[in-house]
């Protein structure tokens, strides 16, 4: 394999959401989409119809092409790219199998049905060997984008990834995942802190390869209640934020902002905004109002239009990101976004358009 040096990278031209994520309100709001590179592009699928899921994952090349594929198309009307991979790498390189199955998403061909089957788990992962490809993949997309934007690094949070690695893929009520914090809560919390101690092994060495910032998905944070929220997501993504912030410090390496996206866990804004990242980021049935109370200005927002508005014509679109740039307001640190990943069959226009009117209405509030 080649390798990329993670140094002599192109200087920023574009820092707009580093600053706003560290504390300034900026000219106007940054603002880019989850799931930004992916199947709603023509140009995704040129290179996905000769390439499985995983395979583009772990080739530098091809996850760095998927990278700036929105980028190149969107040009000044994104400000930052996320690098092309996947949450479940962490529990591929813990041993576990993970397919990407055309129609139905993700499949674990051996997923962890009760605690014995935790000895199939690898013991001291080399995350250095195992994901290695996912920090070549960031550091030649750093070259790549000459500066143009900040390039995102990220990780699924514990439970999430847990939640994966007992359900086996998708599932509507995550009965095996949750029965497990009821009936093994020592071994869920061993298994939580195995994916906590790689997590934060991960984004470091992501930051060390030239991620410029970093974002934790706990996609199924809202699948709890206050209280198991409390006891088995928060923690560990406080140590995540911590920790990182610590070995990153030691290390000498730029202490980039972090974001948590924990959906639905509304509940949990107060206490997600005094856990050490700089960004909460909202889905979309959280009134902007009500976080910045929860949150007390002390984080950047991110967010948070339903992505399914993409669906409903141009105008309805500028309607509804008009409202919800008002909604954050002009004096509130907003990164926008999407209240959760775009979907694979919105018009590529319809986003274009999104964006277009975030980068309008959010400098003329500011002006
Ligand atoms: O552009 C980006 O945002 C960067 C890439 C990215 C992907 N997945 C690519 C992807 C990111 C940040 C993710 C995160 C991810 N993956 C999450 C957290 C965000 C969220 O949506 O809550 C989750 C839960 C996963 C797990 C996962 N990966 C699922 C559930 C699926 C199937 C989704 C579906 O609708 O089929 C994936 C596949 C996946 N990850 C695709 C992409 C572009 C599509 C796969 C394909 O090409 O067939």
Redesign the pocket.
Known sequence: MTTYKAENFPKLQNDLILRVSRGEKGERAPVW???????YLPE?HEI?KDHS?FE?CRTPELACQ??LQ?IDRYGKLLDAS???????VIPQAMGLEVL?V?????VFTAPLDTPADLVRLTENVDVEKELGYVYQAITLTRHRLEGRVPLFG?I?APW?LMA?MIEGG?SKTLAKAKSWLWKHPKESHALLQRITDIAIEFLVGQVRAGAQML?V?E??GGELSPDAFKEFSLPYIRQISNKVKERLAKEGLELVPMTI?S?GSWYGLEDLSESNYEVVSLDWTIDPAFARKMTNDKVALQGNMDPTVLYGGFDAIRETATKMVHAFGKDSRHIANLG??IL?TVDPEALKVYLETVQKVSAEIRK
């Open positions: 989409i989850m799931r930004q590179a992916g199947r995704f996905r899921f583009v998927l990278t929105p996320i690098i092309f991979s996947d949450i479940l990407m055309a129609g139905k998403g993700p990220f699924g999430t994966y998708g974002q998905f996609s199924w996206f959906k959760h990943g694979p």
